[in-house]
């Protein structure tokens, strides 16, 4: 069965620095479009960073220069490295994954099946 599971929230103060993981099983990995994704208490869940098969990334506006994807094939594991992180980058981050997405809708999350449980960022001001 395709899980995502990811780690690595927690709390900061504005300033800092996080770095969030997300393990894929096997085939959802391999060939899948992956993203990151977050949503704030009553807001739409949007799209931040994604990375697609061929490793091309797409960045939101809001976090370009601040946040970074990477990935580990070997550990099946995607990473958002998150700096200089602000109180309006607090909320839900969410993994997900979908095995074929244009380049235009990388950060639509209406293109993703398959998402993982969340991991709550909190910053301070």
């Known amino acids: 069965q395709a899980q995502l599971v990811e780690s690595g929230g927690g709390s900061v103060q504005a300033g800092g620095s996080l770095r969030l993981s997300c393990a894929a099983s096997?085939?959802?990995?391999?060939?899948?479009?992956m993203g990151w994704f977050r949503q704030a208490p009553g807001k739409e869940r949007e799209g931040v960073v994604a990375?697609?098969?061929?490793?091309?990334?797409t960045v939101a506006d809001s976090v370009n220069g601040r946040f970074t994807i990477s990935q580990d094939n070997a550990k099946n594991t995607v990473y958002l490295q998150m700096n200089s992180l602000k109180p309006e980058d607090t909320a839900m981050y969410y993994c997900?994954?979908?095995?074929?997405?244009?380049?235009?809708?990388?950060?639509?999350?209406?293109?993703?099946?398959?998402w993982g449980q969340g991991t709550q960022v909190t910053v301070s001001s």
């Open positions: 997900a994954a979908a095995r074929r997405v244009s380049y235009w809708r990388h950060l639509s999350p209406a293109e993703y099946n398959y």
């Open positions: 990375i697609d098969s061929d490793g091309s990334t």
């Open positions: 096997g085939y959802i990995y391999t060939r899948y479009c």
